[in-house]
């Protein structure tokens, strides 16, 4: 866990912006954030699809400063860099995650029916479409470049254009998903094995 000084710092990068993460890991069966800290307010879909391992693909709308009508937080739970994660279930395999620090919400991370991830300036955020946060810090790499990831997993990532960059998940049989970070961070869970990677080419796994 930070210092106080350093949770001071990440609100002062952050807290003026909604932090956006959008999450899209594709499996088949043979194959498959801003750097700066601050991110644009979008909305993306996708579609999932899972083969031989349980990785699974995730879509994450982030607003700030914005209540779950109708609900209220099922648990809060700490996070590596003092900030906590307040978890609200809103449906059957639907959760809302607000990432807060000193009252204010830096992030919101919202898992309907699949995981969600988010690069939040340096700690990496993992909600799981049963309520479930995984949180880290450190352990990045940054694309384009082959990297190697926990669990035995492997990265190719590649920058694709401006703020877009893809990155192939290999194993011992070849490529078994992929990640597309299209201007927005994404992420997904490889057999236990967290993973996000950011629009500016950063990737980080965590086991």
Same mark, same amino acid.
């Given at each position: 866990?930070?210092?106080?000084?350093?949770?001071?710092?990440?609100?002062?990068?952050?807290?003026?912006?909604?932090?956006?993460?959008?999450?899209?890991?594709?499996?088949?069966?043979?194959?498959?954030?801003?750097?700066?800290?601050?991110?644009?307010?979008?909305?993306?879909?996708?579609?999932?699809?899972?083969?031989?391992?349980?990785?699974?693909?995730?879509?994450?709308?982030?607003?700030?400063?914005?209540?779950?009508?109708?609900?209220?937080?099922?648990?809060?739970?700490?996070?590596?860099?003092?900030?906590?994660?307040?978890?609200?279930?809103?449906?059957?395999?639907?959760?809302?995650?607000?990432?807060?620090?000193?009252?204010? #919400?830096?992030?919101?991370?919202? +898992? %309907?029916?699949? @995981?969600?991830?988010?690069? /939040? *300036? !340096?700690? =990496?955020? &993992? $909600?799981?479409?049963?309520?479930?946060?995984?949180?880290?810090?450190?352990?990045?790499?940054?694309?384009?470049?082959?990297?190697?990831?926990?669990?035995?997993?492997?990265?190719?990532?590649?920058?694709?254009?401006?703020?877009?960059?893809?990155?192939?998940?290999?194993?011992?049989?070849? #490529?078994?998903?992929?990640?597309? +970070? %299209?201007?927005? @961070?994404?992420?997904?869970? /490889? *057999? !236990?094995? =967290?993973? &996000? $990677?950011?629009?500016?080419?950063?990737?980080?796994?965590?086991?």
């Amino acid at each position: 866990m930070r210092s106080s000084t350093t949770a001071r710092r990440r609100t002062l990068r952050i807290a003026a912006a909604a932090l956006i993460a959008t999450a899209g890991l594709t499996l088949t069966a043979c194959s498959g954030s801003d750097s700066t800290g601050t991110k644009a307010a979008a909305t993306s879909q996708a579609a999932t699809s899972h083969a031989n391992t349980d990785m699974g693909m995730a879509a994450a709308e982030s607003k700030a400063g914005v209540a779950a009508k109708g609900s209220s937080p099922v648990r809060t739970q700490p996070l590596p860099d003092g900030s906590k994660a307040q978890i609200t279930k809103l449906g059957e395999q639907h959760y809302r995650a607000k990432i807060v620090n000193r009252g204010a #919400v830096l992030a919101t991370l919202e +898992a %309907n029916g699949k @995981d969600t991830g988010l690069d /939040a *300036n !340096g700690m =990496y955020v &993992v $909600l799981t479409l049963d309520g479930q946060v995984h949180a880290w810090m450190g352990g990045e790499h940054q694309g384009p470049g082959t990297f190697k990831l926990a669990g035995g997993w492997t990265a190719k990532v590649t920058k694709v254009g401006e703020l877009h960059y893809r990155a192939q998940i290999i194993g011992h049989d070849g #490529v078994v998903g992929t990640l597309d +970070a %299209n201007q927005h @961070d994404t992420g997904g869970v /490889a *057999n !236990g094995v =967290y993973i &996000v $990677l950011s629009a500016g080419g950063v990737i980080s796994s965590h086991l």
